[in-house]
C-alpha cells in the first residue's frame, strides 16, 4: 500500500463523497474507485459502503482511516525534517 492510496482513503473519509475526494486528490473518480477497491481487496476489509448518493466508512474503515492519518501525517514529518536537515547543510 502506498502514501498516495493513503491519502486517497484519508479524502474519501473526510469528504464522504468520491468526486470531490477525486478532485482534491487531482485524480479521475475513476482512477480513485479503482484504487479504493485495489486496498479494499488486498486488505480484505471493506473500508466504505456506497452507493449512487451515499458513501459510508465501515466500522472497520474507520480504524483504517485512522491508522491512514497518522502514517500521512508520520510521512509529512519525515518530509518536514528532512527539508531542515538539507537547509541546515
Do not use: W
Amino acid at each position: 500500500m502506498t502514501l498516495k492510496e493513503l491519502a486517497y482513503i484519508v479524502a474519501v473519509a473526510e469528504e464522504l463523497h468520491f468526486h470531490r475526494a477525486a478532485e482534491r486528490c487531482h485524480v479521475t473518480q475513476s482512477t480513485l474507485s479503482i484504487q479504493l477497491k485495489k486496498c479494499e481487496d488486498y486488505l480484505g476489509v471493506q473500508i466504505f459502503r456506497r452507493n449512487r448518493h451515499l458513501v459510508e466508512i465501515t466500522p472497520e474503515g474507520r480504524e483504517i482511516v485512522r491508522l491512514a492519518q497518522k502514517a500521512l501525517a508520520a510521512a509529512e514529518q519525515i518530509r518536514s525534517l528532512s527539508r531542515d536537515l538539507r537547509a541546515a547543510r
